[in-house]
């Protein structure tokens, strides 16, 4: 996609973190953007923010656990705008829980709240908009936002839902290849980055709470894991230049290619798997690494 100026973008998870830089980036190239999110008032600060810097956004709030949400979305961006172009399924959440526990003793909530944010908003992104896209026939972009945890070892419900969005997001690179479409489409895969996705438990749903206490040890151990990391903005910025050219993995760490590839190699050694997990991260962190 190499024309962006007048042209719509939509972001979900658009209030902060990455949606928002991604929000803010699309903006900046003179683009529409929806913004959407779970959190009214954070969502209403984002585009009072971009509105005072004259950009045309509006903000939708949005579930995208719910199917009929984003299809709402999807109805008031193309009333607003008349076309979308760009659709960043964005949105995520992740879960604390006791890295301790066996996948088999993860209760059924964290894995109904994390799927239901992490892979199902994304396919519901897909059959909300891709209909559209196809039909205006003209060029766009979609992104969907995995994460290394989606190239890594790991079995609890973050790693699973990002594992899951990779295959999906490539079986959409060769869906869309194979109808000819003029729609590009990216896999996000960021390792940690200077965000409050381990705050995400303000807007889980109360009927999916646990009410774990152990986890909340964990959480304190990765936010300050994503204070280390990257800034959303330098995340956007490398996600603006993979969609014009039209880059369908965006690994924007490469201090983790060595990690990735480590894994890959050993899936072809035919080895035991890999672990990962939170003692290992703390001992990179500390040795003085990216993350």
Sequence with gaps: MQ?????TAVVTGAASGIGLALAERFAAARM???????????LDRAVRTLEERQHRVIGVVTNTMVKESIEALAERAIAEFGKVHVLCNNAGVATAADPSLGVWEIPDKDW?????????GVLYGLQAFVPHMLAHGEEGHIVN?????????????????KHGVLVLSEGLHRDLKLRNAKIGASVLCPGFVNTQIFDAERNRPTELATGAASAAAFREVGRAMLAQGKPPAEIAETVFTSVAQD????????SWDGTVRARVEHVL???APLTMDFEDLARRRAAGEQL
């Design 32 to 42: 529409q953007v929806v913004l959407a999110d779970i959190q009214q008032d954070a």
């Design 247 to 254: 880059r369908f993995y965006i690994l924007p760490h490469p």
């Design 269 to 271: 050694s035919r080895g």
């Design 3 to 7: 024309s962006f100026e007048g042209k």
């Design 145 to 161: 936002t995995a994460s290394l945890a989606g190239l890594m070892p790991g079995g609890g419900p973050y790693g699973v839902s």
């Design 112 to 120: 109904q709240w994390v799927m239901g944010v992490n892979f199902w």
